[in-house]
């Protein structure tokens, strides 16, 4: 059974950093595709961040580019995203999500089979 679990978030002031990690479990993950997604309150959920299976591809949408940093450490089965200069626009519940796909990077929801429940990150003006 796969399992994708969230640690990290938290209550953060504006500018600060956050590092979130998402352990997976029950899937050969040196074959999968990670993303980061979250949903704000009243929002769709979108992606924050996505990387390729082999890590060396990235996706950032602009409302985060420069800020956020996605990586993946294969030998350790975790994905990470490095947050910086957070504002109260990204607080948002956020997810790690695993995909099949096996050149590029999936960047939306549909291209991902597993999800994890969640990590709640709070920014505070």
């Known amino acids: 059974q796969v399992h994708l679990v969230e640690s990290g978030g938290g209550l953060v002031q504006a500018g600060g950093s956050l590092r979130l990690s998402c352990a997976a479990s029950?899937?050969?993950?040196?074959?999968?595709?990670m993303g980061w997604f979250r949903r704000a309150l009243g929002k769709e959920r979108e992606v924050a961040a996505a990387?390729?299976?082999?890590?060396?591809?990235?996706y950032y949408p602009d409302s985060v580019e420069g800020r956020f940093t996605i990586s993946k450490d294969n030998a350790k089965s975790t994905v990470y995203l490095q947050m910086n200069s957070l504002n109260p626009e990204n607080t948002a519940v956020y997810y790690c999500?695993?995909?099949?796909?096996?050149?590029?990077?999936?960047?939306?929801?549909?291209?991902?089979?597993?999800w994890g429940q969640g990590a709640q990150v709070t920014v505070s003006s």
């Open positions: 029950g899937l050969p993950f040196s074959n999968y595709a």
């Open positions: 999500a695993a995909s099949g796909w096996r050149v590029g990077v999936p960047v939306t929801t549909g291209d991902y089979y597993y």
């Open positions: 990387i390729s299976r082999s890590g060396l591809s990235t």
